[in-house]
């Protein structure tokens, strides 16, 4: 898919090592970059340490490509991936890992709910041994208690049901180490759900609170609606206890079925009432019958998602872009792409 990227030829700056790479997926954003590039490099700056910004354009509609471009051109270590369209976070998170190359990895938002002034702290878990440095919301500022309350019980609920164990009000700002990026680039379902896959992936991780900001400027991309999908997404990926609890929901109604069908045989026969069942029979039917639908619409789920894996599509699609120094020295490079993303690649095609 990135055939573009892998014609990058050689040049010196961009083949510098990287010791972290701040991955930074961004839809309709160009309210916010400029301030964030700005906190992020001083923050940075400060850090000392050989760094570059992945900045994945996700079909924005506004002026966010142009920026970024523009970012590009100033700014050395800046990379920027423009994909063809919107793919959502999640994809556009996948091709930020896939073309960050530092030894650690950030992933943040563009909005600086997650503030790059606790980079030094995650730095710091990660030389002290953390493949993963998970950060956990203390607050959310800025968040309704409806969004909050029901985040809260979606990661009970998942935790509960499925076999990832996911640290409750995490989200995706974390740091990967180089290992933990080629394990989670290994997992090459087109489904993505990142807090999942994250889980999935094991390794040892820190856990580091912190208040979470609210958005600088710009509005959220995710109405009720998209959290729910979201929410069900992650919870078809990553659990069949919906199926089980279908097939439960079947056997006790068939036994209550049972139960009640011997129980208007005997009241036939042995007291002589007559069988007087209309409204009985119309609200069975409508319930039977709304319980079986809703049945066939989970396994549907499932056989959908199936249906999506077994096509193969790549997971996002690259228009363009511009690899850090490129833009600024004129030079270009070939990908480092890891094993990993090549065997994935390769399959994709
Ligand atoms: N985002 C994206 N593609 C999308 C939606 C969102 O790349 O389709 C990015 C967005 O630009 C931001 C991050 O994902 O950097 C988180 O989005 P947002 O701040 O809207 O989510 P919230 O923080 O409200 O959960
Ligand atoms: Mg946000």
Redo the contacts with the bound molecule.
Sequence with gaps: MNALVEKWPGDSYASRPVELSVV??????HQVIEIMHARLTSELVRLRVAYELVL?D?GSRDGTPRMLADLAARDLAVTAVFLSR?F??EA?LTAGLEHACGAAVIIM???L?DPPELIPQMMQAWKAGAEVVCMRRRSRAGESWLKRFSAHGFYRLLNAISDVDIPPDTGDFRLLSRKAVDALLQLNERNRYMKGLFAWIGLPTTVIEYDRMP?VAGA???DYLSLFSLAFQGITSFSIAPLRLAMATGLVTALFGVLFTLWVVVKALVLGDPVQGYPSLISMIAILGGVQLLSIGLVGEYIGKTYYETKRRPVYIVRDAIRRGEAANGLCSKFDWSAASKDRYAAAE
């Design positions: 930074i997926p961004m839809y309709n954003e994945v996700d919107n959502g976070k556009a938002d563009a909005d709910q958005r959220t991309k995710w």
